[in-house]
């Protein structure tokens, strides 16, 4: 682990492959945090006042 | 005793056993009743939530927690042993590990919860200040691993800090603060950062407590009048 | 009402309640971040390249030691003419328009580079070498143009230095005074590891500061080598990186953005910003965009953004529908 990581060089962009993949990883989440069913209790019937 | 029995109304008159009287003089009676009003209990130690906190989006915010839990747990235990342990000992290189990876998990959740928010619009109705306590807590935790980065001890730090000299000495701040003085460094990084952490944390829980959970935006379900 | 000014029980009057377990939820999460933690940690460790030191460069590359050594008595590295807080030099001070905070904050911690890094340890080493005692006398009672003198045509024998099998470094012949034998003591002492402590403890037996050992190692070349073979270097957007395979810090991207391009990195510059103030300019644009991410609830039209992109409607897709379908 202590060798020089790769590269990815993208335009001006240069990113480390540990770096890019952590990102990549954290898009990742976001989206499925969004669109992944969540488990549902039934919510209680709200009364009006 | 809840009117009607209707859980979602929120009841405070019998919240604590002995509320102060809206008369009894003094600074303390006039604190609790503030606090009581504020923040009763059953706000801090809900057993119900909205109905519409039903995506995976709401975690974020407690795993920062739970990851920043564990980066003072462990930094304590590094702590404990002396800056130079986890250089000579494998079990304080393991704990050095648990320390950089809870830091990673810390800043991942974090900005997990920042976009969460962000795309929620979390600041609405009266919550501004909540938002505005998070972004000071997401630029104190830099600062935090900063002091952090520059005690580890090793080459990562020694080039960290002759680099970042020269960014904190063109502010005018180097003499103040000195990234090559491991002293002052680690000092601020076991002590005070973490302090100012946690304080800050601490009242954005209590911000989201008091206030509640944001409506969705553009609620279909108009506050009734 | 104002949504901002009604007490909670108004604020949820007609919402849906569910059911709800704080402390489980923390549980959960303190457990299921500790079990990614602890598998992150077994598997991949955490990076500890060793620190360099004054030994270790001279003993790996004497020229560069030699050659930042020698400089350093001369006056003429970065840090020698560096400016505020270390010395009142002006090569490193940053400005931008009429703003020199730089400037304006003095000088708190004084670095003198000739006396701090050579003169002042050699002096200390004198004990028992007669010679180098002798070089040093000759040395301090010349004018300061024979001392420049002997220094630059020392600079120039460095430039064709070869290295002994033993690591001294063997300049050609030339006017050099006394500045070889001190030079040449400058690098026994440090191989020895003798510098690193002389430049640490300066007379006093605890020390926690090590401003002077990082200034002299960041004058040299061998540091920034190392650096720039883990791709921790600014221009490789080295801010973010970490040492060998693992994540650095990625939350800086976009304070190490602005060092990659114009006009921070330009020699004309743009309203003020160029290559001569990155540091400070970049300092400046981070502060000012700080402040806008806390101001965004204030903020029309960057507080609007989460309604015109609608990814809400994706967080409370299960609220909206159960709202259409109660006909609300």
């Not at chain 3, 990659?260 to 400046?284: E, R």
Request: with cysteine; aromatic share 12%; proline share 6%.
């Amino acid at each position: 682990m202590d060798a020089p990581a790769p590269y990815i060089h993208l335009g001006f962009i240069l990113i480390s492959l540990p770096n890019f993949i952590l990102i990549c990883v954290m898009v990742l989440l976001f989206v499925l945090a969004l669109v992944a069913p969540f488990p549902s209790h039934r919510p209680k019937e709200p009364h009006d006042e | 005793m809840s009117s009607g029995g209707d859980p979602g109304v929120i009841d405070q008159t019998t919240t604590s056993p002995h509320p102060a009287a809206d008369d009894e003089p003094g600074w303390t009676a006039s604190v609790r009743r503030r606090v009581e009003k504020t923040l009763p209990i059953s706000e801090l130690l809900p057993t119900k939530q909205p109905a519409y906190v039903s995506s995976w989006v709401y975690v974020f915010g407690v795993v920062t927690i739970a990851a920043l839990f564990w980066v003072v747990l462990s930094g304590v235990v590094l702590a404990f042993f002396g800056a130079e342990w986890w250089h000579v000992s494998s079990i304080g290189h393991f704990f050095n590990s648990i320390h950089f990876w809870s830091v990673q998990m810390f800043f991942i959740f974090m900005v997990l919860h920042l976009w969460g928010q962000f795309w929620g619009a979390g600041w609405r109705d009266g919550r501004a200040k909540t938002w505005m306590v998070g972004v000071v807590i997401f630029a104190v935790s830099i600062g935090t691993a900063f002091t952090g980065y520059v005690v580890q001890l090793n080459f990562d730090s020694q080039w960290i800090a002759v680099n970042a000299k020269d960014a904190i000495n063109s502010t005018g701040f180097g003499g103040l603060f000195n990234a090559l003085n491991f002293g002052q460094m680690y000092g601020l990084h076991v002590m005070l950062f973490p302090i100012g952490v946690t304080l800050l944390v601490v009242l954005h829980i209590i911000q989201v407590r008091a206030k509640g959970v944001v409506r969705p935006i553009d609620d279909p379900l108009q506050m009734a009048p | 009402m104002k949504a901002s000014k009604v007490d909670k029980q108004t604020y949820y009057r007609g919402v849906a309640m569910a059911p709800y377990d704080l402390l489980k939820e923390v549980t959960i999460a303190l457990v299921g971040v500790l079990g990614l933690v602890l598998v992150l940690s077994a598997v991949l460790s955490s990076p500890d390249v060793p620190s360099v030191t004054l030994q270790s460069w001279s003993k790996a590359d004497p020229v560069d030691f030699v050659t930042t050594a020698s400089a350093e008595l001369a006056g003429s590295t970065v840090v020698a003419s560096y400016g505020p807080p270390y010395n009142s030099g002006s090569g490193s001070v940053q400005s931008w328009g009429p703003l020199t905070p730089q400037q304006w904050a003095g000088v708190h911690i004084p670095v003198n580079a000739p006396n701090d890094f050579v003169l002042q340890p050699l002096t200390q080493a004198t004990a028992g070498d007669a010679q180098l005692a002798t070089a040093l006398g000759t040395y301090q009672a010349a004018s300061s143009d024979q001392q420049q003198k002997w220094l630059t045509n020392y600079a120039t024998g460095l430039g064709t230095a070869t290295v002994a099998a033993d690591g001294v470094v063997n300049v050609p012949t030339g006017d050099y005074g006394p500045v070889s034998v001190l030079m040449d003591r400058m690098l026994t002492l440090a191989r020895s590891g003798g510098l690193d402590a002389l430049l640490l403890t300066s007379n006093h037996f605890y020390q926690t500061d090590f401003s002077r050992p990082l200034l002299f190692l960041i004058d040299g070349g061998y540091i920034a080598r190392l650096a720039a073979e883990q791709k921790l270097i600014g221009s490789d957007w080295g801010v973010m990186n970490e040492t060998g395979r693992y994540p650095g810090q990625a939350w800086l991207w976009l304070y190490t953005m602005f060092y990659q391009i114009p006009p921070f990195t330009s020699d004309k510059g743009f309203l003020g910003i160029s290559k001569a103030n990155t540091d400070l300019a970049v300092v400046g644009v981070m502060l000012l965009l700080t402040a806008l991410l806390l101001l965004v609830p204030f903020i029309p039209g960057l507080r609007d953004i989460p309604r015109w992109i609608p990814i809400h409607r994706l967080i409370w897709r299960r609220h909206y529908a159960d709202m259409r379908r109660r006909g609300v």
